[in-house]
């Protein structure tokens, strides 16, 4: 049997401009205008959408996503760094009471930090050396 794979993750905004600035900014990417409340981030094989449903004319109004997005990089410190500039690092504290906006080491071993976007919507920043995928190696 065919396995599914993930290839789009569209996470909702109510300004576009806003928020296009925030993710090139986090993502060190440009991406690229695809409608005018679309806009689209290469993240390997996954497209990330940024939707703003009132700039496309849909009648919707965008609620952030219940749960984080989860981002795998190779270079933790540097995503880190410019999280910390735009203001938006956890100030919860998660499992085995670790700071949840710094990196650190979790419960399960991946190596990460945790922000939200100026939306709402939960994320978290994974070292793709750690990634932790619930199987066995």
């Known amino acids: ?3 599914a794979r993930l290839y789009r993750v569209i996470l909702p905004v109510d300004s576009l401009d806003d928020a296009v600035l925030f993710y090139a900014a986090l993502l060190d990417d440009p991406g690229m205008r695809i409608s005018p409340g679309r806009h689209y981030f290469r993240c390997g094989d996954v497209t990330l ?7 496309d004319g849909d ?3 965008p609620r952030p996503n219940f749960d984080h997005v989860y981002f795998a ?3 933790l410190e ?6 910390r500039r735009l203001g938006t690092l956890s100030k919860q504290v998660g499992d085995g009471g670790l700071p949840m906006g710094e990196i650190a080491r979790r419960p399960w071993g991946e ?6 976007d100026p ?3 939960p994320l978290c920043v994974v070292d793709t050396a750690s990634i932790f995928t619930g199987k066995p190696e």
């Open 1 to 3: 049997m065919a396995s």
């Open 49 to 55: 959408a940024i939707y703003d449903p009132v700039a």
């Open 59 to 61: 009648a919707r109004t």
């Open 73 to 75: 990089v190779d270079d």
């Open 78 to 83: 540097a995503v880190f760094a410019r999280a």
């Open 111 to 116: 190596r990460s930090f945790y922000l939200q």
């Open 119 to 121: 939306f709402g919507n």
